[in-house]
């Protein structure tokens, strides 16, 4: 499900990356530091695997073994997080790269684009009597299959750190809701206020297009296949009336 907005800000931690791995290109190393963690909560991603000591105070070192290094990104955005601090962007991605390069982010966001955003309003309505809570009831990646209890004290914007695709289908107490990018590369949905069933399915229009040309294919294949075995056994019986 990876997409090229999602390998863009991968790439951007890959120069940071290299940055700090040159000791002649290091400059504002808080400024390094700060973008880098903050990439990494974007994409969320918790542990750092490597044979290279990363100078970074903001990541924890959890362990060292044989060279080998694992880093803890205390910062990192949850999977799936609510939110009200959102902000709609004209270019989405030039905001969430200037969010990168800005303080650490202690806070989830969302940025989303402006024309998608400018219609969308949330109600102010707030019930204290709620916390805001997520709990997966079933997640399948690989079959693109994801159901979610969500409790919301106001609608907010449910967050899923995970890659946007036009494939993706929502539902919210079985009636269709809208997945909107977010964050350059994630995806989101709103949900009301209160307790909410939340699903999302994955179908991309390039794989049903492909499924129906096999199924096709399939099809003629079995009818060819018929067809030279019925001509393949009433063979003999022509040839036999020839000769007679």
């Known amino acids: 499900f990876t997409n090229q907005r999602y390998n863009d800000i991968v790439q951007i931690i890959r120069s940071i990356e290299y940055t700090i791995t040159d000791k002649n290109r290091r400059s504002d190393i808080s400024h390094i530091q700060n973008s880098f963690v903050n990439a990494l909560s974007i994409l969320n991603t918790k542990y750092i695997f490597t044979f290279a000591p990363l100078p970074f105070t903001n990541l924890q070192e959890i362990t060292n073994s044989n060279g080998l290094r694992i880093y803890k990104n205390p910062f990192v955005f949850p999977r799936f997080f609510l939110t009200n601090d959102i902000t709609s962007a004209i270019d989405p991605k030039e905001s969430v ?5 800005s303080s650490l982010i202690y806070k989830p966001k969302a940025i989303v684009e402006q024309d998608i955003w400018q219609d969308i309003k949330l109600s102010s309505s707030i019930d204290n ?3 805001n809570s997520v709990s997966v009831i079933t997640y399948d990646i690989y079959n693109g299959y994801e159901h979610l209890e969500v409790t919301s004290d106001r609608e907010q914007l449910l ?4 890659n946007y695709n036009i494939g993706w289908k929502a539902t919210v107490n ?3 809701a809208e997945v909107i990018p977010v964050n350059y590369y994630a995806k989101g949905i709103i949900v009301p206020q209160g307790k909410s069933h939340v699903k999302f399915t ?4 390039t794989a049903v297009f492909w499924r ?5 294919s399939m099809i003629i294949f079995i009818i060819l296949s018929f067809f030279i075995i019925v001509v393949t056994i ?3 019986q022509f040839i036999l009336k020839w000769q007679e």
């Open 97 to 101: 790269f200037q969010t990168m390069s």
């Open 129 to 131: 009597s709620l916390e």
């Open 159 to 162: 967050v899923a750190s995970e």
């Open 174 to 176: 079985d009636k269709p």
């Open 202 to 205: 994955y179908n991309s229009p």
């Open 212 to 216: 129906k040309v096999t199924l096709v």
């Open 234 to 236: 009433k063979k003999p």
